[in-house]
């Protein structure tokens, strides 16, 4: 009876009514995955669940730190980057991703860049991290639901992957999308898991965004290979936009004339726009967007709010891309 409607605001409620519903859900000693499965696949489900395979450590990572991108900002923890977040493959709970994602199979990981360039190419994750010089970039990172963090992340500009792929001129947006697995990913399968999402996760960037210096693909995350929750073994990464731009475990990134579809935008168009530009001035139609709770080395109840910046923090870098566009209209 639930396979077929489209997600409704339970579905895309911020964390803490998450947090809410799955502690009485417990405390009833219900699960997500048992409200939906038939007897055997539901037993299947749950002994996955528990986390049969907890997270390989990550790989160190040899990397340039250009002192350019590596402001003084305070950084959120590693256990916070690690232990807190979305992706909702995995479950909607902010601890579901490190306690699921364990057994992601990255090895032999392959990356297809084609569509509107000269060059289409296959890469393996293997050959990417050895074609790339890598960095360290401390960015801001803001979601929007309204908590923020400070990262650094270690990857390349996407920039040098599209100008090896030589763009035609027909090319004006940058297309991506997630490994799409129901066996290894159980939210592609399950609504209850999945948050009723339309899977493969899929994502979009027009051309000069794609373009600019700043946005990133990321293959690690403090000085590690990403773990699995963060979206290893490559990720999205653009710091003047909402979380949910930076689609992870990316598998396909294709040039188009056309502007490509977004999972959040397909799932609610009045909530979440193309562009997510981080704007303390538009707010979310159920929430202000004025500040956040940023997540540092305090505990998770004693977070700080503070302001939230234009373009995060990034507006002098950004602001030109969008020059002359009304950034309510085009949220
Ligand atoms: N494939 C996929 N990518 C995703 C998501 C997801 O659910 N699936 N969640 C997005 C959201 S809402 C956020 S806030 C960030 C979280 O990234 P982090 O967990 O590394 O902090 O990932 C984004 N990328
Ligand atoms: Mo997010």
Same mark, same amino acid.
């Given at each position: 009876?639930?396979?077929?409607? $489209?997600?409704? *605001? ?19 000693? #219900? ?29 160190? @990572? ?58 289409? /190419?296959?890469?393996? #994750?293997?050959? %990417? ?5 890598? =960095?360290?970039?401390?960015?801001? +990172? ?8 400070? %990262? ?12 090896? &792929? ?26 209850? %898991? ?24 990321? &293959? ?13 073994? #490559? ?10 731009? $930076?689609?992870?475990? #990316? &598998?396909? /990134? ?16 009045? *909530? ?36 939230? @910046? ?10 030109? @891309? ?6 309510? =209209?085009? +949220?």
């Amino acid at each position: 009876m639930y396979k077929h409607r $489209n997600p409704t *605001e339970a579905d895309i409620t911020p964390e803490s009514l998450f947090h809410q519903r799955r502690r009485i859900l417990q405390a009833l000693g #219900i699960t997500a995955a048992t409200l939906s499965l038939p007897g055997a696949a539901r037993a299947d489900l749950l002994s996955w669940f528990k986390g049969a395979a907890p997270p390989a450590p990550g790989k160190p @990572l040899s990397f340039s730190q250009p002192t350019m991108w590596h402001p003084n900002l305070p950084l959120t923890p590693e256990d916070k980057v690690t232990g807190y977040n979305n992706f909702y493959e995995f479950g909607l709970d902010k601890a579901d991703p490190a306690a699921n994602a364990g057994g992601l199979k990255t090895e032999g990981w392959k990356i297809q860049i084609d569509g509107e360039v000269a060059k289409p /190419i296959t890469l393996d #994750i293997d050959d %990417i991290r050895r074609r790339f010089p890598l =960095e360290e970039r401390i960015y801001r +990172f803001r979601c929007v639901e309204a908590w923020s963090m400070v %990262i650094p992340w270690v990857g390349f500009p996407l920039s040098q992957l599209i100008k090896h &792929v030589e763009p035609t001129s027909n090319a004006r947006y940058v297309a991506f999308q997630t490994l799409l697995d129901p066996e290894q990913m159980p939210g592609q399968k399950d609504r209850f %898991i999945g948050g009723g999402l339309d899977y493969p996760y899929v994502e979009g960037l027009r051309m000069d965004e794609a373009l600019h210096p700043l946005t990133l693909l990321a &293959v690690g995350v403090y000085g590690k290979t990403l773990p699995p929750q963060n979206g290893a073994p #490559i990720r999205l990464v653009t710091p003047w936009k909402y979380g949910f731009k $930076n689609i992870k475990s #990316i &598998v396909h /990134i294709r040039l188009t004339r056309e502007q490509p579809p977004s999972t959040w935008n397909l799932a609610a168009p009045n *909530e979440y726009g193309f562009y997510a530009n981080v704007n303390p001035n538009v707010d979310h139609p159920r929430w202000s967007q004025a500040s956040e709770r940023f997540i540092g080395s305090g505990g998770l109840l004693n977070v700080q709010r503070q302001p939230t @910046l234009l373009f995060n923090g990034y507006a002098d870098q950004v602001a030109s @891309l969008y020059n002359g566009m009304d950034l309510r =209209e085009n +949220f």
